[in-house]
Each structure stands twice: as structure tokens, then as C-alpha cells.
């Protein structure tokens, strides 16, 4: 399945997020090439999350270019089309106010078939009956990332994984970091795990809402 | 009790409650889901408000009641996407459409009892309009649910998980709460605005805890609803009792019920459920 794809640019110019009058991210510009890995470091509350959700457009107080595959998005057809171009695990994997089982998890990538491939080759297959809510964290988020894996196979080109391999013990940690890598599109991870960090390119530290390069 | 069975007013009634049986546990599971809980409260106000419209301009006062429930229910559909902001509003639009009430009823001079009194509706003084209203829900929110379920799970579940794939998460949100509104306008007119709970609510409280899935929570909602309505209104019939109250108790005690189960058994209850 590799080199099916080689992803779409991302490119941030400028951007600032304000979370309830305090801007929590200050004029970040970030420029990705197609197929290129970036990990964002930093402490916690430094906005790297914020500047993920920027990119979805679920964090709307926010100026500057957000451009994914040379567009920026304006309208609410450009919004659906950005989230259906990026594959996201969120930080917080909802258990959510309602049951939902991991199949209809898996079923919303778009590419169901492959998302259960993954979850058959992450561990959590035969999972697939079960309400997510009663999941531990591990299994919860190698369900998040089999359905990131589907939503890749159905045309995403992009993905944004905040802290993706936090919930899991250090051989998941190492498998799922090459997972992830290995993927045939743009990667933008958040993480504290070396072992991702060490697959990415490029490795940027968040500081109170700035970024630096680090390598 | 057989003769009273034979009355034109006591079937069109149990017709009444079946229809709404079908339609109203799953607008409950859509409440739940929704986190808006007090929306009953909110459009009981507002049902009174277009009542009272409906007295000074001398238009049906029940089908402006259920207007007015459907266009506020759309007008609160921007504020679902701050998390808190459906709650807090449906308090500040309870508190306006009461005073509006109030200040329209003096206005047209009616007495303002004669508008609460069609709040207090009663099951045997169901009209035929409200058994078409109902009957347009039975088939409208069973149909609905089953077109976009799969969107629905995820939009109840997390609107974000749900917007990022594909659901569009507005129009469908406006939509439900149309239909929240307008069934609770129409259930009003069955068991009185105090005891919406019993056909909405209450077999949705306890299908949550007996399904693990939004499908099976529908299906146990709606099997718990019409076991719940006939057998209530047959009771309130043997014991010669106003229906409204009867129905209440005895869904409210099956709620109760399905919350002292223990948490085991539902999981094989599930399981056996769904294959």
C-alpha cells in the first residue's frame, strides 16, 4: 500500500489562536511538503492542539492561512472537503455522551473494510461489537488509529495525530510510531514519545504558543 | 371495561398512545443524546405562547402551539455547537416565551386559565388533527432514524468525531431539533405538558441502560413505549383513574427497574439482543 499517494502540502502562515481572549497561539508559520513527517513537541498548554484543531476548523477563533493541498477553506463545502482530506486522532478520544460501537467507529473513516484490516493488525479486531465506552485507553486509541488508517485508504492525504501512542505501553509505542510513519501521506504528529519523533524529518518545539525548530 | 373499549373517544385514544409510542421514545433517545433535557420545559412555555397567539388571532390555537415549538426548536440550532450552549439557552428562552404568554393573553383579554387548560391535555379528549400529527411522527422519526442512523451515532456520540467525517453536523442538528419541538407540541395534547416524560423520556432513560448501541437503545425505547402506553391506559381504564398519571408511574417504575438491573445481565441481555 505504500507510495499510493504522496499526500497533500500543508502550509500555516501567520496563524493565531485566541481560547477565550488569551491567544494561546501566536503568528505560527509552518510550511510541509507533500509526504513530509513534522513532530510537534513542547509543553502542555503550549497550543499544539489548538493549532490542530485550527487546521480542522473546529477552533474557529483563529487568523492567518491555513492552506491543505495549496486551498484554504472558506465555506462550509470547503470545510467538508478539508476534514474529508485529513485523517485525524484526536488527543481526548471521546468516550462520549452515547454508545457507539468501535464497528460504526471504524465505519465513519469511509473505507470500513480497511479500517477493520487495521484493527485486526493493531489488536483490537474482534472489538468491533463493543460500545467504545467500555474500551481501556489502548485499545481506544488503536481503534482511533485504525479508523485514521481507513480514512487514509479513502482518499485523505493528510494526518494529524495528537499524541497518538500516549495511551499505550512502550512495544505499542514502537509499533504504532512506525505505523504511523509509514503511511503514504503528509504526517503531522503531536507527541512526547521519542519513538515517534525519531521516524519524523523534522522535529518543532511549541513554547507558549511559538514555534521553534529543534532538527 | 369492554364497553368502554367499544367508545369512539377510548379507541381513537389507545390509537393515539400507540402512534405516539412508536414516534416519541426515539425523539427521547434524541433528547438524551442531545443533552437538552429541560427542552421540555422550554417548549411547554413556548406551546403556551402559541396558544395564546392563536387566541388573539383567532387561528387554531394547537397547530400555532406546534408552530411556534418547531421555529424556536430551529432557531436554537446555532447554539448546539458550543456544548453548553443548548442547555443554558432553552432556560432564557423558557423564561421569554412565559412572559410573552402572559403579556398576549392580557392583551387579547382571554382568560389565561382557559389557555393553561390546553396544556393539561387529555388523552381521552385527543382530537382527530392530533392523531394525524402523531401519525405523521410515527412514520417521520422512525424513518428519519433509520435513513441516517449511522450519522446520528456519531453526532450524538461526539459532534466533532461527527463533523470530521462527513455528517453535516448543522443541518442535521437543526432537523432533530425541529422534530424534538414539534413532538413535544403534539405529545402534550396526549398526556398534559407535565407528563410528556412518560411517552419521551422515560423509556429512553431505561432503554440507555439495557443497549449498549444507539440502534438497540431506539429499539428498546420504542418496545418499552408501547408496552409501557397500552398497558397504562388499560390500568387507568380498570381502575377508573385519569391516564395521564397512570401512564407516568408506570413507565417511570420501569425506569427505575431498568436502573437497579444488574450491570451483567444487561450485557447478556445485549448480546442476545443483537444477534
Known amino acids: 500500500m505504500l507510495v499510493k499517494t504522496t499526500g497533500l502540502p500543508v502550509r500555516l502562515a501567520g496563524v493565531s489562536c485566541a481560547h477565550g481572549g488569551r491567544t494561546v497561539v501566536r503568528a505560527v508559520s509552518l510550511d510541509v511538503p507533500a509526504g513530509h513527517r513534522v513532530a510537534l513537541t513542547g509543553t502542555n498548554g503550549s497550543g499544539k492542539t489548538t493549532l490542530l484543531r485550527a487546521v480542522l476548523g473546529l477552533h474557529r477563533a483563529c487568523d492567518g492561512v491555513v492552506e491543505v493541498g495549496a486551498r484554504q477553506a472558506r465555506t462550509a463545502a470547503d470545510w467538508t472537503r478539508r476534514r474529508r482530506e485529513i485523517a485525524w486522532i ?45 474500551l481501556s485507553g489502548g485499545q481506544l486509541q488503536r481503534a482511533y488509529l485504525a479508523r485514521a488508517i481507513g480514512c ?64 | 371495561m369492554i364497553q368502554l373499549l367499544e367508545l369512539a373517544a377510548v379507541q381513537r385514544a389507545a390509537f393515539a398512545l400507540l402512534l405516539g409510542a412508536v414516534a416519541l421514545p426515539i425523539v427521547g433517545v434524541v433528547i438524551i443524546g ?16 402559541g396558544i395564546a397567539i392563536g387566541l388573539l388571532t383567532g387561528l387554531d390555537p ?57 396544556l393539561w391535555g387529555s388523552i381521552l379528549a385527543t382530537r382527530t388533527g392530533d392523531v394525524v400529527l402523531l401519525g405523521v411522527l410515527a412514520v417521520a422519526v422512525p424513518a428519519l432514524f433509520l435513513w441516517r442512523r449511522k450519522q446520528l451515532a456519531l453526532l450524538l456520540h461526539d459532534r466533532e468525531l461527527a463533523a470530521c467525517s462527513g455528517v453535516p453536523v ?26 410528556v416524560d412518560a411517552l419521551t423520556l422515560l423509556p429512553a432513560l431505561a432503554a440507555r441502560r439495557l443497549a449498549q448501541s444507539l440502534t438497540g437503545m431506539a429499539l428498546w425505547a420504542v418496545g418499552i413505549g408501547v ?36 450491570e451483567r445481565r444487561n450485557t447478556a441481555w445485549q448480546s442476545a439482543s443483537s444477534h
Not at chain 1, 173 to 201: F, G, I, K, M, N
Open chain 2, 34 to 49: 442531545l443533552d437538552i433535557m429541560p427542552v421540555r420545559f422550554a417548549m411547554m412555555h413556548i406551546a403556551l405562547l
Open chain 2, 170 to 195: 448543522n443541518r442535521l442538528t437543526l432537523v432533530l431539533l425541529v422534530l424534538v419541538a414539534v413532538a413535544i407540541a403534539g405529545a402534550i395534547r396526549l398526556t398534559g405538558a407535565l407528563l
Open chain 1, 90 to 134: 484526536p488527543q481526548r478520544q471521546a468516550a462520549g455522551r452515547f454508545p457507539l460501537l468501535v464497528d460504526e467507529l471504524l465505519a465513519s473513516s469511509g473505507a470500513v473494510d480497511r479500517a477493520r484490516e487495521a484493527a485486526r493488525e493493531l489488536g483490537v479486531g474482534d472489538l468491533g461489537r463493543q460500545p467504545v465506552h467500555t
Open chain 2, 227 to 262: 408496552v409501557v402506553n397500552l398497558a397504562g391506559f388499560v390500568l387507568a381504564l380498570l381502575l377508573d383513574q385519569p391516564p395521564g398519571p397512570v401512564l407516568v408511574l408506570l413507565a417511570g417504575a420501569v425506569a427505575l427497574a431498568a436502573h437497579f438491573l444488574p
Open chain 1, 152 to 215: 487514509v485508504e479513502a482518499g485523505a492525504g493528510v494526518l494529524l495525530a495528537d499524541e497518538p501512542t500516549a495511551a499505550l505501553d512502550f512495544a505499542g509505542q514502537t509499533a504504532v510510531a512506525e505505523l504511523l510513519t509509514s503511511l503514504p501521506v503528509t504526517v503531522v504528529v503531536v507527541t512526547h514519545d521519542r519513538a515517534v519523533a525519531a521516524r519524523c524529518e523534522r522535529v518543532l518545539e511549541m513554547a507558549a504558543g511559538s514555534l521553534r525548530e529543534i532538527t
Open chain 2, 62 to 118: 394547537l397547530l400555532c402551539a406546534v408552530v411556534a415549538c418547531g421555529l424556536s426548536g430551529a432557531g436554537l440550532a446555532p447554539l448546539a455547537r458550543s456544548p453548553s450552549g443548548l442547555s443554558g439557552a432553552m432556560g432564557l428562552l423558557m423564561s421569554l416565551a412565559i412572559a410573552a404568554a402572559l403579556l398576549v393573553l392580557s392583551i387579547s383579554g382571554v382568560n389565561a386559565s382557559a389557555a393553561f387548560e390546553l
